[in-house]
Structure formats: structure tokens, C-alpha cells
């Protein structure tokens, strides 16, 4: 049985790049190589390219996510394993371009990622499926901030965050009025709408659901 191409891709357009590289390493270095041939591809806002085991840069080709290794040599894809952080992989834009050029990724489709990475939609559908959460203000970059209303609104402390990003870049914990200005600043640095949402005290945890062989399975409750 022929081992399939898995492209591991990492990167990103925002500051979570960083991180992103990192969790591809170790996703790299870990899948099984009797497996899998496994390539490394890093997608960043000025070039798209796939790193050999030499670090020699190979440039993808938009069209259809390949890689000319010369020789009349092209190296294609069987699946993509998704690991980019914030911009284009979370958002639903590679998704999107994925699915309009046939190549098969891991993680969820183009409309869930959209969604979910947009804190704000996600909680407008939350709401509709009676799923309570944190009561909150949401802003745009350039509109006027009732510091005295959001509190009056909102009590302290709160937490102020960009609406759409991860690995809790510009996110702020407010427990002064003073400090609310100062705060928001911070999130529109990562994006132009943010959010600031009231306190929950209380444990945080995370529960993931996946699709395997056709099932969906819930995994093990972290906190």
C-alpha cells in the first residue's frame, strides 16, 4: 500500500505565526513516517513555500497547492493537516480555497471555521440554542467608548478581546475603570472589532468533538 503525501501546514498572517510554527514542528516531527511522506509547507502573507528536509524553499503553486521539485517533478498533496493559527487556516479563508481547488485538509469546513473563529457570530448562535454566556459590549475601531455606560452595563472586572483572533493576542483583564481605554487599544492592534464581556467566575473547560470513519465521537472533557 502506497503511503499518502501529508502537507503540514503552518504559519499564518497574524502574530499567532509563532505559535503556529511551533505546533507544526512538533506535528511534523511526530507523524508516523512509515506511514506517511511528510512535507512541510508554511504559508505566510508574502509567499507560500514547501521546506525540504535541507530547509531549501520550494514555491506552492497557487492553482492547485503543488510544488514544481524540478525535473518535470511535481510533488501533489493527499491531505493537508491544517495547523495554522489565526489567518487564513482558522478563519475559513484556506478552507474556502481548499475546497474550490479539490484538496482534501483536516479540521472542519470552510462556514464552521468562519463562524467560530467570529466570537461574536458564535455567540448570536449560541443564543439562539438557549446556551448562555458572558454578557457583552461590541465595538468597532473609530466608534465612540461610553466607558461609564459599558460599566454601568457590563460591572467590573471584564475582560476586553479582539473579536477575531487566537492564542489570547490583545486580550486584556480590566479591573479598574482607568484601565478600559488602555484596553481596547491593545485588542484593535489585532483587529478593528473587539469585545468586552463581564466576568465569569468559575472553571473553564474545553470539550472536543471530532468525525472519524463516519462517526462523531466526543472526546475526553480538559480543563
Request: charged share 25%.
Amino acid at each position: 500500500m502506497s503511503k499518502k503525501n501529508v502537507a503540514v501546514v503552518m504559519g499564518g498572517y497574524s502574530d499567532e505565526y509563532v505559535v503556529s510554527l511551533k505546533s507544526g514542528q512538533l506535528i511534523y516531527d511526530s507523524l508516523d513516517r512509515n506511514l506517511y511522506n511528510v512535507y512541510k509547507v508554511v504559508i505566510l502573507k508574502n509567499e507560500w513555500y514547501f521546506l525540504d528536509e535541507n530547509d531549501k524553499k520550494y514555491s506552492i503553486n497557487k492553482g492547485d497547492f503543488s510544488v514544481a521539485l524540478g525535473n518535470n517533478e511535481t510533488l501533489q498533496f493527499d491531505v493537508c493537516f491544517n495547523i495554522i493559527h489565526g489567518t487564513p487556516g482558522e478563519n475559513g479563508i484556506l478552507q474556502a480555497y481548499w475546497d474550490a481547488i479539490g484538496q482534501k485538509y483536516t479540521g472542519c469546513d470552510f462556514y464552521q471555521s468562519a463562524l467560530t473563529f467570529n466570537k461574536k457570530d458564535t455567540l448570536a448562535v449560541l443564543s439562539k440554542y438557549g446556551i448562555p454566556s458572558a454578557k457583552s459590549v461590541y465595538l468597532r475601531k473609530g466608534e465612540e467608548i461610553n466607558v461609564d455606560e459599558i460599566i454601568e452595563n457590563l460591572g467590573l472586572p471584564v475582560f476586553v478581546k479582539p473579536n477575531q483572533s487566537g492564542s489570547s493576542l490583545g486580550i486584556s483583564k480590566v479591573k479598574e475603570k482607568s484601565e478600559l481605554i488602555a484596553a481596547t487599544e491593545i485588542a484593535f492592534k489585532e483587529d478593528d472589532e473587539i469585545l468586552i464581556e463581564s466576568f465569569l467566575n468559575g472553571m473553564e473547560v474545553s470539550v472536543g468533538v471530532i468525525d472519524f470513519k463516519g462517526e462523531t465521537i466526543v472526546l475526553g472533557i480538559t480543563e
